[in-house]
């Protein structure tokens, strides 16, 4: 069954337009018509129903064919245009089919109607699909002349004996001339004269050769992609290049490259090994078979993990794992077997990537470190020594310290003035602040610096007891972070705070109860701040801490000043605030 086609009817007779009608169904068409006389309704139609085909009468009372056709080739010119007419004569029709109507047909000869439509649709279709393939086909010779101009790599054609026919604009770049001198040479024109001569016969068949060409006395490198092509009786030949000038030069850079580094390592003390994931080695330097002292041969395709010292063997391990993940670089020192015994190797290793960045293998450079080995387990035997007898110092300072508190505590016992027997309390409480240094720094993992919280808590303890202080009822709030601080600053600290805290539990609470408040904290500007205050009972009105005779506001001061601190007071609080920086240590002659 034919597809459905849309037939537009210019006539102003509905009976003209019905046996128009009648006659395309008699003839098998499957067709909509539409019956139209003036020329709005035409000009709608055309623009809009978009009809296959125009069947139109010569002469209407508001309208005419003639315009009508007119419109029609303005705006639908693919479109078949029949004149259907009572009135026309020969020369009017032949008229018509010069100004581009497709045919024409009398009223009373409409027997030929339906030949003459069929023939308009397939004239129509075949002028339509003509129009498209050659729309193609121009697209296409455009795509083509788009690729072959603006393409980056040259492109040459050239006949059978060389000479030159056609080319791109790259081509011409590369060989460095104007089309007019190219299209007078060969391509033997241009071959460098060391070059093997080029028989062209072997390019009939199509293959890829390297083209050595002098161009304006400097060598540049084509490679050439070769399509022989058939036009009739003859032959192209149609080449597409590539320019290899760089890579070659590179190449040629690279093995020098190569050799200037074989060279290097061959001749460098440093040791220079290549293995696979595996350990086993695929290169080796002499150095290395040197350390070693294996040949060359014996050690390549060897496995290198054997040789390595059985403690070594963990850490050896997970530094080759450590070479599989980003950054692919790790340093490791081991002990290696060799022919004069176990030798400490330094290397820094690195992961080498193929192209698709997949482990390939992995490259060592190493250095026998084994006197330097040896000198630093001597300084770290000597290290210890230090330590050991840095330790036995303090623990003998504190010793004797405790011995001159003892010696004052029965001393003491033979004093019946309680005010003596105060001083000489006092005396022990700031002599026992100082042990207690010695004490931590002996038991410390860093003899350079206190734990100065636990060194305040164990300070409190002492004192406490000293005073016989019950601490269910006398609680002390301590707010001291993880401060770590050097014997230097630790010493005075540590008596300013005996001092402040004895004071408190001496007046402050005479009933025995209270609370004491006590934050030791680093500033941003590295400055310490010190605050002691307490809830007992207030300042006599005439206490001035600046204008005082005891020692112990006058060894508060000292010792404040001895840390380049300063010290405020505020009474109504009760709150002493003290800041002061970290004494750096000063050597002794």
């Known amino acids: 069954m034919e597809e459905e086609i849309k037939v537009l009817i210019l006539e102003d007779v509905p009976l003209d337009a019905e046996l128009i009608e009648r006659e395309l169904r008699k003839e098998g068409f499957d067709f909509t018509s539409h019956r139209v006389e003036r020329e709005d309704e035409y000009v709608r139609e055309v623009e809009e129903w978009q009809p296959h085909i125009i069947l ?5 009372p508001q309208f005419d064919g003639v315009s009508a056709l007119h419109i029609a080739q303005e705006k639908s010119s693919h479109t078949p245009f029949i004149f259907v007419s009572g009135k026309i004569g020969e020369e009017f029709a032949v008229e018509m089919l010069k100004k581009g109507a497709t045919d024409y047909v009398l009223k009373h000869n409409l027997s030929k109607l339906g030949y003459a439509v069929r023939r ?21 010779e455009k795509k083509y002349r788009a690729l072959f101009e603006k393409t980056k790599n040259p492109i040459l054609v050239f006949t059978e004996d060389g000479t030159f026919t056609d080319f791109n604009q790259a081509a011409l770049d590369f060989l460095e001339t104007e089309p007019i001198k ?7 024109h241009f071959l460098s004269p060391e070059s093997d001569p080029v028989d062209m016969k072997d ?16 060598l540049k490198i084509l490679e050439l992609t070769i399509t022989p092509v058939e ?48 350990g086993e080695v695929l290169f080796a330097s002499p150095s290395y078979c040197e350390v070693l002292g294996r040949t060359e041969e014996s050690i390549l395709g060897s496995n290198f993990l054997p040789l390595v010292h059985q403690e070594d063997q963990k850490k050896t391990h997970r530094a080759l794992e450590k070479l599989h993940r980003p950054p692919y670089v790790v340093f490791l020192e081991h002990r290696l077997l060799t022919m004069n015994g176990w030798r400490w190797i330094a290397w820094a290793d690195k992961a080498i990537m193929d192209e698709n960045g997949k482990l390939e293998a992995f490259v060592g450079v190493g250095r026998d470190i084994t006197e330097r080995k040896l000198a630093e387990d001597r300084i770290m035997r000597s290290l210890k020594e ?7 110092i303090h623990h003998r300072v504190k010793n ?15 004093i019946e003035d309680q005010e003596v027997i105060d001083l000489y309390r006092e005396s022990q409480n700031r002599i026992l602040s100082i042990a207690l240094i010695h004490e931590n720094l002996y038991h410390s993992e860093d003899l350079t610096n206190i734990n100065f919280a636990n060194y305040v808590q164990n300070l409190i303890d002492d004192l406490f007891h000293s005073y016989g202080v019950d601490p269910d009822k006398i609680q002390i709030n301590m707010q001291i972070k993880d401060v770590k601080i050097g014997i230097e600053t630790a010493i005075p600290g540590g008596l300013i705070i005996n001092e402040l805290i004895s004071n408190t539990l001496k007046h402050a609470f005479p009933q025995g109860e209270g609370e004491i408040y006590l934050e030791l904290s680093k500033k941003d500007d590295d400055k310490y701040l010190l605050i002691v205050r307490d809830n007992g009972n207030p300042f006599p009105h005439e206490f001035k801490f600046d204008d005082t005779d005891t020692l112990g506001m006058k060894l508060i001061s000292s010792l404040v000043n001895q840390l380049d601190g300063n010290i405020t007071l505020d009474k109504d609080n009760k709150e002493f605030k003290i800041e002061f920086e970290e004494l750096k240590y000063k050597e002794r002659i």
């Open 400 to 414: 004797n310290l405790q011995i001159i508190s003892t010696l004052l505590s029965l001393q003491s016992s033979q």
């Open 386 to 392: 230090k330590e050991l007898l840095l330790r036995e």
């Open 120 to 140: 308009a649709l397939t004239e129509a279709q075949e002028h339509l699909e003509r129009k498209i393939a050659q729309e193609a086909l121009l697209e296409s």
């Open 56 to 60: 139109a009468d010569h002469s209407l």
């Open 182 to 188: 190219l299209l007078k040479h060969k391509i033997h």
């Open 203 to 218: 390019w009939s068949t199509g293959r890829i050769v390297e083209l050595p060409l002098n161009i304006n006395d400097e």
């Open 231 to 278: 036009l009739g009786e003859s032959n192209i030949i149609f080449g597409t290049g590539r320019d290899l000038t760089k890579q070659k030069r590179m190449e040629n850079a690279l093995k020098e490259s190569e050799e200037k580094y074989r060279l290097l390592v061959e001749n460098q003390t440093d040791m220079v090994v290549k293995f696979d994931p595996e």
